[in-house]
Each structure stands twice: as C-alpha cells, then as structure tokens.
C-alpha cells in the first residue's frame, strides 16, 4: 500500500472510531477519549461530544486534502509534515517541533 493510501485509511478508521463515540455518548452512554489520538487540547468548557465533533470535522478536512494529493502542513511555521510524522497522525495541526 502506498504511504497516501495508509495515510487515508488511517484517517477512514480513526473517522469510524470518533463516530462510533459520538453515537455512544448521543445514546447516554460514558465514554472514554482516552483510546483516540486527540491531537488538539479540549478548548475552555468544551464538552466531550463538542471535541470529538471538532475532531472529526478535523478529520474530514484531513482526508480532503489527502483526496486532492495537496501536501500536509504545520499550521504553526508552514513547514510539512515529516514523513513519519504524517504516517503516524496526519491530521496533525503542528508539526513534533511546533506542537
Ligand atoms: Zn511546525
């Protein structure tokens, strides 16, 4: 599998595993975040479901410019992402230096 390919699965699976949570706590159920690669910091008063939907609308974003083969950037200096930090998390806002 290409490295695009396996970078767009992983997306597609950790999109299914933020929704899989989603529907969890819009059924009343508790559930952890502990289990899923957050990349960001919960916001001041954001609630559990408020963050996962902002992850994955990060997500979706993520898997729009892997669809459009547009390069993955740190949001902070611009730079891209190393490879092996792309492979690992590439919704990754910030680069390893920057975060
Ligand atoms: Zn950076």
Do not use: H, N, Y
Not at 21 to 41: F, S
Request: aromatic residues 2%; proline residues 8%; charged residues 25%.
């Amino acid at each position: 599998m290409s490295a695009a390919r396996a970078r767009r699965r992983l997306v597609l699976d950790t999109m299914g595993a933020v929704s899989g949570k989603i529907e969890q706590l819009l059924a009343g159920q508790d559930v952890t975040l502990a289990t899923l690669p957050l990349p960001q910091e919960a916001e001041p008063g954001e609630t559990p479901l408020e963050r996962l939907q902002r992850f994955r609308a990060l997500l979706g974003a993520c898997l729009g410019r892997l669809d459009r083969g547009e390069p993955l950037a740190c949001g902070a200096c611009g730079a891209p992402l190393p490879d092996a930090e792309a492979d690992a998390m590439p919704w990754a806002t910030r680069c390893r230096r920057c975060a």
